[in-house]
């Protein structure tokens, strides 16, 4: 077996560490109110929780107000006749305050009118990870206690959404578990997965934990679960090897950018308003494959979403559990993209493999995939992930890659057909097709109008 390159780097973590333990309080210059900020533990410290919550409101969303449990919620700027987002994060090697948590916080008020609960479990996320998933339970005690009192308040279970963060999704699921799955949502972005993956139902997130559970997927072969876990479950990518993360010669950013990619690719969703839609599918290869190509099963013509829309936007009554979704994404923010199907039929069969790279071109933009076409078969199929909506794409180029091997020099030319059309193929949208026969000369990139009109 060849030794996970990520895994051995984080057995060498802990010498890597580097600790401080400054804290300072500030002042809302809106409010005069007394900001307080995230803890900062060292290692030694990790057995102690030191819960904290902070709660962050649209009128001052950079400064955390610490809310007590005991009657400071009533006295507190939290305003329960809105929705209240609970944000837990993760194992935090360098028990440090996640550089993620003002992004994350800012871009869920920047879209509603919301109560935003940020839960500070920095001492009790550090030091060991085994350590930290133990302490996971006390936490979810401790914030299934401090929900209870919000209910008291009279804010409704349906109204609380819980976004956990790796190890946090897990504390999210557990507390959904203690509230009997009655909370209206949790969202898991890149649920952990060591110890999580072969646990019970009970132990880790899964779709009984609430109304509505959905997971973002980006790193399932290492930090990340590999399984379903709500009843909508994003693949991105695959799930696995996102793309713009570095190589692995960069250290710690490679061993966790898979994983923070789910939060980045969040954050995004919600200050952009490119949709970033996802596709049922039994597998990132189908998908790939172009065997995947709209939502009618099993969700009745609406995609899923990433973001706040009600369900993700799935217009069910009743959703299906354990749902694998799967999408692609651009290296970098905003991440979305377009999906289009391209096909290309050859005018007659051939004794060997077709490839065929395929090229969209916008004013500003280029993307490419390449159509492989299995010997003796007529058609070949992929999807191609564009950056611009199909209707801004210019032109498309075409390029027949030949390969002269020792036994038998290649044909110089192919003739066939081209065709595209943008994903979901379920409403009225119909392939569009270069309206002649095409004739690709061998390695060479010929280019053509793309016929497509916007909406
Ligand atoms: C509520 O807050 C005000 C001002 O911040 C303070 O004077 C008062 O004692 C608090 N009341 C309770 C019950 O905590
Ligand atoms: C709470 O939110 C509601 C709905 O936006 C608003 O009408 C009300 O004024 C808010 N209450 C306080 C005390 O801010
Ligand atoms: C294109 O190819 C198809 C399949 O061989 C053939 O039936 C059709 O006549 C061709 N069309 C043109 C315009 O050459
Ligand atoms: C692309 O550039 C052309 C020429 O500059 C312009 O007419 C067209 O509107 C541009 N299209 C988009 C989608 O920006
Ligand atoms: C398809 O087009 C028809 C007529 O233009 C329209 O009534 C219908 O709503 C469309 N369906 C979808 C799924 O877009």
Not at 109 to 131: C, E, R
Not at 150 to 161: N, R
Not at 184 to 189: A, F, H, S
Not at 407 to 422: L, N, Q, R
Request: hydrophobic share 40%; glycine share 8%.
């Amino acid at each position: 077996m060849v030794e996970d390159p990520k895994r051995k780097a984080l057995s060498v973590l802990p010498v890597l560490l580097l600790f401080s333990s400054a804290q300072a309080g500030t002042i809302d210059r809106f409010s005069g109110h007394h900001c307080t900020d995230f803890q900062t533990a060292n290692f030694l410290r990790g057995i102690r929780l030191k819960v904290q919550f902070l709660l962050f409101t649209s009128l001052s969303p950079s400064c955390g107000k610490l809310i007590f449990a005991d009657g400071g919620i009533k006295n507190s700027s939290f305003n329960s006749s809105l929705e209240t987002k609970i944000i837990i994060h993760g194992f935090r090697a360098l028990g440090t305050k996640p550089s993620w948590i003002e992004g994350l916080v800012h871009a869920i008020l920047h879209t509603s009118q919301v109560n935003v609960i940020a839960v500070d479990w920095v001492y009790g996320s550090t030091a060991a990870y085994p350590a930290a998933v133990e302490n996971g339970i006390q936490l979810a005690l401790s914030i299934s206690q401090f929900i209870s009192k919000l209910l008291a308040l009279g804010v409704s279970g349906t109204s609380i959404h819980i976004i956990g963060v790796s190890l946090g999704a897990h504390v999210g699921g557990l507390v959904g578990h203690f509230h009997g799955g009655q909370l209206g949502r949790i969202t898991g972005l890149d649920p952990a997965g060591p110890k999580y993956t072969r646990a019970s139902h009970e132990e880790r997130l899964d779709p009984g934990d609430a109304l509505f559970v959905e997971a973002i997927h980006t790193d399932a072969d290492n930090f990340g679960i590999r399984i379903p876990v709500g009843h909508i479950d994003y693949f991105v990518n695959g799930g696995k090897d996102q793309p713009g993360c570095p190589p692995i010669s960069a250290g710690y950013k490679y061993l966790i950018c898979d994983h923070m990619r789910a939060v980045e690719l969040y954050v995004s969703a919600l200050k952009h308003s490119c949709p970033i839609l996802a596709f049922p599918c039994s597998s990132h290869q189908d998908f790939l494959n172009g065997r995947c190509l709209d939502c009618v099963d099993p969700f009745l013509f609406s995609c899923p979403r990433i973001g706040l829309l009600e369900q993700a936007g799935v217009n069910m009554r009743k959703l299906p559990k354990e749902v694998k979704v799967y999408l692609m994404t651009s290296p970098s923010a905003p991440f979305c993209v377009h999906h289009s199907l391209v096909e290309f039929h050859l005018q007659k069969k051939r004794n060997r493999v077709t490839s065929i790279e395929i090229t969209f071109h916008s004013n500003s933009t280029k993307d490419t995939a390449k159509i492989t076409i299995p010997k003796h078969q007529e058609m070949g199929k992929r999807l191609l992930a564009h950056r611009v909506p199909l209707c801004q794409i210019n032109s498309v180029s075409l390029k027949y890659l030949s390969k002269n091997q020792f036994w038998g020099k290649d044909e110089s030319f192919i003739v066939g057909k081209f065709c595209a059309a943008p994903l979901p193929l379920d409403s009225n949208r119909t392939t569009s097709c270069l309206p002649w026969n095409l004739s690709l000369p061998s390695n060479t990139d010929i280019s053509y109008e793309l016929p497509t009109a916007c909406a």
